[in-house]
């Protein structure tokens, strides 16, 4: 089944001042939205990042695969190596490690590879579940997502939300959160107030909702000292304390003293990463993203290592749209071993790509969907008002630093800065 047109699509949707290490959140985050049509009329979605510079290493592979079996993924892959080939795709927002030459063809291989296997599903008449081995689970659980925040942008749009700079207001966040979607753990993205306000909104959040799965990412923000001390701090508050310090021997030293293991989307990106770790024992629990790791296959491959050697596996987010979390729930239900709840950042959102109804969250989960390929469907129409945006945004990449400086002009990033 030769793929016969291949369609790239960039697009942005509103996205609140979120807080982090790096600073906040631009008014608009960007994707992009691929199409893949086969010579038999089937098309497969895929979704992935916005910048200018992944935009130009997926052009560069659109032309090479007209003509290519979509059944063919080793292929599509040696395809995407040539046209990336002494790329490397570079991370502005400084969240997900560094990257390098095999990070580059592993990011723009997942976003092909995913509309390769929806073609393939609707092709069939399966959902990408199975093709992936099958559901160990019928639903996924993800994580109440939460962030500090301003109560508006720079241009005075504001949000349903509000200012979020307290433990009391960040529990009121959580319980908005939970009552929309039914949440049964949380997460707060840390890294942006001094360690005890962020102790603080931990153990108010543990006496708000006792009994919840708890967590805490600062993304690096404290050093190795601090991060102990809070490790003890939230002794039983925790359920894991996510990249607490910058790199891996610098997790190994913590993970020594803490009583709740570490996990990380930052110090273990790549394959290359984990006979290190491991020999450090830096972390227990591995936060997989297709989008970075490869694509929903390698995702796999990344579960049974990790299986190996004893460490647990979770899923990262990053702002994204409907395609993508229909991946990540095809591949979460298809890992067995992947059985902590889910990070999205999908309540923060207030506008897709495709048509609605599909992806519902109960209880905090997400059914697998059962219809052919990924189970959603493009709206066009909401295509082409993503594709304004974009062109409206006037953003090229994503770059917290820069506009946080909008807010506090002297403002460095907070990697290592307690």
Request: some cysteine; hydrophobic content about 45%; charged content about 20%.
């Amino acid at each position: 089944m030769k793929i016969r047109e291949v369609s790239i699509t960039p697009v942005a949707f509103a996205d609140p001042p979120l807080l982090n290490v790096m600073g906040v959140h631009e008014p608009w985050a960007l994707r992009s939205v691929l199409r893949l049509t086969t010579e038999d009329g089937i098309v497969g979605l895929g979704e992935s990042y916005g910048d200018a510079a992944f935009l130009e290493m997926a052009g560069r592979v659109a032309p090479r695969i007209v003509g290519h079996d979509v059944f063919d993924l080793p292929g599509l892959r040696a395809l995407v190596a040539a046209a990336v080939s002494g790329s490397v795709f570079t991370d502005q927002h400084g969240l997900t490690g560094a990257f390098s030459g095999d990070k580059t063809l592993a990011t723009v291989c997942a976003f092909f590879e995913v509309a390769a296997l929806d073609a393939q599903g609707r092709a069939l008449g399966r959902p990408v579940v199975d093709l992936l081995g099958g559901a160990a689970r019928e639903r996924v659980d993800f994580s109440a997502y939460l962030f500090y925040k301003y109560g508006e942008h720079r241009n005075g749009r504001g949000d349903d939300w509000g200012d979020v700079r307290t433990p009391e207001s960040v529990v009121d966040e959580a319980r908005q959160m939970i009552d929309q979607y039914g949440f049964r753990s949380i997460k707060l993205k840390g890294g942006v107030l001094p360690p005890d306000q962020e102790i603080a909104a931990m153990r108010a959040l543990a006496q708000a909702f006792p009994g919840y799965p708890l967590r805490v990412d600062p993304n690096g923000a404290w050093q190795v000292d601090t991060s102990i001390r809070v490790a003890k701090e939230l002794d039983g508050v925790l359920e894991y304390l996510e990249d607490p310090t910058p790199g891996i021997e610098g997790m190994a030293a913590v993970a020594e003293q803490a009583s709740m293991p570490l996990a990380t989307n930052m110090c273990v990106v790549r394959f290359a990463d984990l006979p290190p770790a491991i020999a450090r024992k830096s972390v227990g629990i591995v936060l997989s993203d297709h989008h970075y790791w490869g694509g929903l296959r390698q995702t796999q491959a990344l579960s049974v290592l990790c299986e190996t050697f004893g460490i647990g596996l979770s899923m990262h987010s990053n702002s994204h749209l409907g395609i993508s979390l229909a991946a990540m729930v095809h591949v979460a239900a298809a890992t067995p071993h992947l059985t902590y709840a889910c990070d999205t950042h999908w309540p923060w959102k207030t506008e897709d790509v495709i048509v609605p109804g599909v992806l519902e969250f109960v209880d905090g989960a997400v059914a697998v969907p059962t219809t052919p390929g990924l189970g959603v469907e493009l709206d066009p129409d909401a295509l082409a008002r993503g594709h304004e945006n974009f062109l409206r945004s006037g953003q090229t990449a994503r770059d917290d630093a820069t506009y946080m400086r909008h807010y506090e002009p002297n403002f460095t990033p907070n990697i290592a800065r307690w």
